[in-house]
Nanobody, 116 residues
Framework: QVQIVESGGGLVQPGGSLRLSCAASGISFSRYSMGWYRQTPGKQRDLVAAISPNGSPHYADYTKGRFTISRDNAKNMMYLRMNSLEPGDTAVYYC??????????WGQGTQITVSS
């Protein structure tokens, strides 16, 4: 059984930092691309960042160098370090695991609220 579980969300002040974690089980983790999407009410889910099986990152332009994605294949974990958070970063953040030819697996999401 595949499980994708996010953690690390919460309330943070503008300019603050958070680190999201994503734990994956039930898949050959090192063979999957991993990534983060985010979604706000009434809007589509947008890509935040992704990382290939060998660790090559890709970022949405709006992260502006503020976010860093990483993975630890030995621990079946992926991370998103977010600095200089802005109110516009408020959203539910979803972790996914994807492999060519298969439907992606999604976590349940974790809420991040950036507010003073």
């Amino acid at each position: 059984q595949v499980q994708i579980v996010e953690s690390g969300g919460g309330l943070v002040q503008p300019g603050g930092s958070l680190r999201l974690s994503c734990a994956a089980s039930g898949i050959s983790f090192s063979r999957y691309s991993m990534g983060w999407y985010r979604q706000t009410p009434g809007k589509q889910r947008d890509l935040v960042a992704a990382i290939s099986p060998n660790g090559s990152p890709h970022y949405a332009d709006y992260t502006k160098g503020r976010f860093t994605i990483s993975r630890d294949n030995a621990k079946n974990m992926m991370y998103l370090r977010m600095n200089s958070l802005e109110p516009g970063d408020t959203a539910v953040y979803y972790c996914y695991a994807a492999r060519s030819g298969d439907s992606p697996y999604w976590g349940q999401g974790t809420q991040i609220t950036v507010s003073s």
